[in-house]
């Protein structure tokens, strides 16, 4: 909804006539085979039906949403909204400034009422139009070929049509069709919907759009067995840049700034394998460790340090992991080293083992943060009893050392369903086909006078990516080593 005539910057030179009439000529036709359907788009029909269903006789508009600028006029790279991918089966990095609508219809004959879809988005113009030379956003000469709508249909299974329809569809019945909108994910698509039924209506209803925005994170709730497997193939690829990392360590500590060093390799493989990060990586070596959010990641790697590596790989579907490994840099823990990581494992195995089916969310956290508060406890840093310290009015000092939950969601968000109610996502139940994180940590920073020096500085988390089943847990992470012995014997492996 942002498509403005494309403006020469200041460096263009000017086209002349006949470069105009040239550049339309002498071009092959455009192919008549049309692609073949994205794998997700077989997937979609459901999730919309299940939509359909929650909001019948509403008109839902669903946006993929808009290029953002970075700087001046470079943009960051696309990523479309997870809900926009989630119904349409578009990945990568399609399609800006689309956005689907599922229109109501009313019972006829056999057909039942529901909804009908329709994706509109920017198909490519003919090469006569100036896009196709000196649009640098959309034309084909700067950024390539862009889908006709037979083309896009195919791919997505969707009938589609130009988005220059989008605001005359919207504005059709809009007095007696009730509207929602997924808001703010497409500016400019949600100034026009607001004044459109500010206008019809005498009202924007903002808290009927946020009843939308929820219902499609809680529909993320539950991953079919595509979801799943998309999950297997972005955890299958960081173990191969986890290892790659891996056995770049002693490359890392001999350039300096190995943090990035280790950011770069993974990112490489991401990019590689699929369409890139899910996450901004967190590399953080020795006390960066206990900045949960590391980043940055300029920091030196030295022998003896633990690096704390938080890293996934967002498939082409746009299904991320999100593992964590803390290695010795030099191949081997230390005995306090060992003694933390030791007891994480041990709080992690407690988290997976609650996490059952029929459980609720908070169990596995509460399995998991009980460990982790008797390792305090017994280490003599935990100044009161494991159960004053995990009363939930009262107490909760061990949080000093492991301030975060074990466990969130993921799919195509890395915390994925993030608008989901409380009594859906927190308060509630585990069940088959939900995947979650389990990712206990212990963090002693350099500066905590509480902990004993030789702890001091060391922060370690492990993390790995569970499907819910009937029965224990799928591990979808489990081709990386948890056991410090394992830990070990693979970092020999690597270097070997
Ligand atoms: N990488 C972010 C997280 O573990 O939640
Ligand atoms: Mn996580
Ligand atoms: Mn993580």
Same mark, same amino acid.
């Given at each position: ?22 550049? !339309? ?10 692609? !073949? %359907?994205?794998?997700? &788009? ?17 008109? +839902? ?9 970075? &700087?001046?006029?470079?943009? *960051?790279?696309? =990523? %479309?909204? &997870? ?35 329709? +994706? *509109?988005?920017?198909? =490519? ?38 988005? &220059?329809?989008? %605001? ?27 004044? +459109? =039924? ?18 499609? $994170? ?60 899910? *996450?901004? $990586?967190?590399?953080? $070596? ?9 980043? =940055? ?38 005995? %306090?080293?060992?003694?933390? *990581?030791?007891?994480? +494992? ?12 029929? !459980? ?28 004053? $310290? ?107």
């Amino acid at each position: 909804m942002s498509q403005k005539a494309p403006k020469l910057p200041n460096r263009q030179t000017p086209f002349s006539e006949a470069f105009v009439s040239f550049i !339309a000529t002498d071009w092959e036709p455009y192919p008549s085979d049309l692609p !073949a %359907p994205l794998p997700a &788009s077989a997937h979609t029909a459901p999730r919309r039906d299940a939509m359909s269903a929650a909001f019948p006789g509403e008109r +839902l508009v669903i946006p993929a949403g808009n290029l953002v600028v970075r &700087s001046n006029d470079c943009d *960051y790279g696309f =990523r %479309p909204h &997870s809900a926009f991918a989630h119904l349409t089966g578009l990945g990568t990095d399609r399609e800006p400034d689309a956005v689907l609508v599922l229109e109501p219809h009313a019972a006829a004959g056999d057909q039942p009422a529901g909804h009908d879809a329709t +994706l *509109y988005f920017k198909p =490519r113009a003919p090469r006569t139009d100036p896009e196709f030379y000196a649009d640098p956003r959309y034309g084909e000469m700067w950024v390539g070929q862009r889908e006709s709508c037979e083309e896009m249909s195919a791919l997505t299974r969707l009938p589609t049509r130009p988005i &220059s329809e989008l %605001p005359g569809a919207l504005a059709d019945h809009i007095d007696t069709v009730p509207t929602r909108l997924v808001r703010d994910v497409d500016v400019s698509l949600t100034a026009l919907l607001d004044s +459109l =039924r500010q206008e019809a209506t005498g009202e924007v209803d903002r808290d009927a759009d946020e009843e939308l925005r929820t219902a499609l $994170s809680e529909l993320r709730l539950v991953k079919d067995a595509f979801e799943i497997d998309e999950l297997q193939a972005a955890c299958d690829a960081t173990a191969v840049g986890f290892a790659a990392v891996a056995a770049d360590l002693p490359t890392a500590v001999e350039k300096g700034r190995g943090e990035r060093w280790c950011e770069g390799v993974f990112e490489l493989h991401a990019r590689h394998l699929g369409n890139g990060v899910g *996450y901004g $990586s967190i590399c953080a $070596s020795g006390d960066h460790a206990n900045t949960l959010h590391w980043i =940055r990641n300029d920091g030196g790697l030295r022998p003896g340090d633990l690096i704390l590596l938080d890293m996934g790989v967002e498939v082409d579907s746009l299904y991320t992991a999100d593992v964590t490994r803390t290695l010795p840099v030099d191949g081997t823990f230390t005995d %306090p080293q060992r003694m933390v *990581y030791e007891a994480v +494992l041990v709080a992690q195995q407690a988290g997976m083992e609650a996490a059952r089916s029929g !459980a609720r969310f908070q169990d596995v956290h509460e399995a998991a943060i009980r460990v982790v508060a008797t390792y305090l406890r017994e280490w003599g840093i935990l100044p009161v009893t494991v159960e004053e $310290s995990l009363d939930p009015v009262t107490g909760g000092q061990h949080r000093r050392w492991m301030v975060h939950g074990t466990s969130h969601h993921l799919g195509m968000d890395v915390h994925d369903c993030a608008q989901a109610r409380q009594e859906f996502y927190r308060e509630g139940i585990l069940r088959p086909g939900m995947v979650i994180t389990v990712e206990p940590g212990i963090y002693f920073k350099s500066t905590d006078l509480l902990v004993p020096p030789e702890l001091r500085g060391i922060g370690v988390r492990i993390e790995d990516d569970i499907v819910i089943t009937d029965g224990a847990p799928r591990l979808l992470s489990g081709s990386l080593p948890r056991t410090p012995d394992d830990v070990e014997a693979w970092l020999a492996a690597q270097r070997a």
